[in-house]
């Protein structure tokens, strides 16, 4: 047989399109090194904050209950254990929904995923804010968007910049994919003037809003802001993705999508090519976890530790870079924004900071264009306040060798 090297392998057209991702890519580079390194790269739950004690118990109660038909194959639009429970879960939150609006995925990548697929053709345009979360992007050039990218601020994206920037296009969105509370990678959230003028411009437009809130349960400081299912009253062009991986672990890969029915006769469709059903015991797992309410009480833990995490990494932030950098206050979620002056490549920052034993993202990964080279992404949320300290004064010492 001929060594693969020599064949001419018949690629699909779309193979043009995958990047894969930075961030993924950078937790097997970590795992390859043998000394020790504060890692604020990938954006993951502290490992303390998993409650897996409650899951061990959940999965012996619920093996015990339900026998070997947990591991059977479910039904693709989720098992009712868990879409029950969720929804008597949402019944309490201002994200109220209905059974035939929701389909559990696998993940919210999965949810993202599937937007692509249902709505997304090659030469599509579609909008996206920048900086971004890589697998987003990522995603939406997998399926030949061609992607425009829209500036934010302390405010999220910069909805008033979108119709100049339709116009230089020359032609109407297809989708506009956002996050907007607590972004990826910025941690800022979108103001409620910007989310009415985003669901205005979408529906003068036809566009799809690709509504990607794994954060939005992480508030710890001010007040709600309605998002966009609250807002939209149940409008079809808004496409909800949501996920259990930033606050419960991310490793259960389950996460649900909230959208128009028709949109979810499809979404089963599309998802029985996929995978045929999402991880059945995590399903009840996450069903039990939820029907015992234990979700809200683990929630407010949450959101005071992070709280507490932000703050000291802010506090350190300035101890060794203030006067060289600004970042961003976030009000929940995982992340902050890190920027220093132009001269500062954060790309050649992020090789020595392994070396001094310190890791993150750096900013271009958040740009399909590559910008924001003199930026990067650092996670508060997965160290605790003295190994955030340790790790910047690293990543200090890393600064002053580049």
């Known amino acids: 047989m001929a060594p693969t090297s020599s064949v001419s392998l018949p690629w699909a057209a779309r193979t043009k399109g995958l990047v894969g991702s930075i961030i993924d890519s950078s ?12 890692s604020f790269a990938m954006g993951s739950p502290a490992a303390e904050a998993v409650p897996s004690d409650a899951f061990s118990e959940i999965y012996g109660s619920v093996l015990a ?17 868990l879409r029950d429970a969720l929804l008597a879960y949402l019944e309490t939150t201002p994200e109220r929904t209905t059974p035939e609006r929701l389909l559990i995925t696998s993940g919210g990548m999965q949810g993202l995923d599937l937007a692509g697929k249902l709505f997304v053709d090659p030469g599509d345009l579609v909008i996206v804010e920048a900086p971004t979360y890589t697998n987003g992007s990522a995603t939406l050039l997998a399926y030949g968007a061609d992607i425009v990218e829209a500036p934010i601020d302390d405010d999220g994206l910069i909805v008033e910049a979108l119709p100049e920037l339709v116009q230089k296009a020359g032609r109407l969105p297809k989708a506009i994919y956002v996050i907007p509370n607590f972004q990826n990678p910025t941690g800022t959230a979108m103001s409620l003037e910007r989310r009415l003028l985003l669901l205005t411009l979408a529906r003068e437009w036809g566009s799809i809003i690709i509504d990607d809130d794994p954060y939005g349960m992480l508030r710890f400081d001010g007040e709600h802001i309605p998002g966009f299912r609250e807002l939209g009253g149940g409008d079809p062009l808004v496409f909800s993705v949501r996920t259990f991986s930033k606050i419960l672990a991310p490793g259960l890969r389950v996460g649900w999508v909230d959208a128009d029915p028709a949109i979810v006769a499809k979404l089963i469709d599309a998802k029985q090519t996929m995978d045929t059903c999402t991880n059945v015991p995590n399903q009840l797992l996450s069903a039990e976890f939820l029907r015992r309410g234990d979700l809200e009480p683990h929630l407010e833990r949450l959101r005071s530790e992070y709280r507490g995490r932000m703050r000291a990494m802010q506090e350190s932030l300035e101890r060794h870079f203030g006067g060289q950098a600004t970042w961003t206050d976030p009000q929940g979620g995982f992340f902050l924004w890190l920027t220093f002056g132009e001269h500062v490549d954060t790309s050649k920052l992020f090789e020595l900071g392994v070396q001094y034993g310190v890791a993150f993202i750096p900013g271009r990964a958040f740009s399909v264009t590559g910008q924001f080279g003199n930026a990067l992404r650092l996670c ?23």
């Open 65 to 81: 209950d339900v026998g070997a038909g947990a591991f059977a194959y479910g039904a693709t639009e989720g098992e009712n254990a």
């Open 27 to 38: 937790t097997s580079l970590l795992q390859r090194q043998t000394h020790d390194i504060v």
């Open 380 to 402: 508060f949320a997965s160290q605790t306040p003295e190994r955030t300290e340790l790790g910047l004064s690293r990543l200090a010492e890393a600064l002053q060798a580049l």
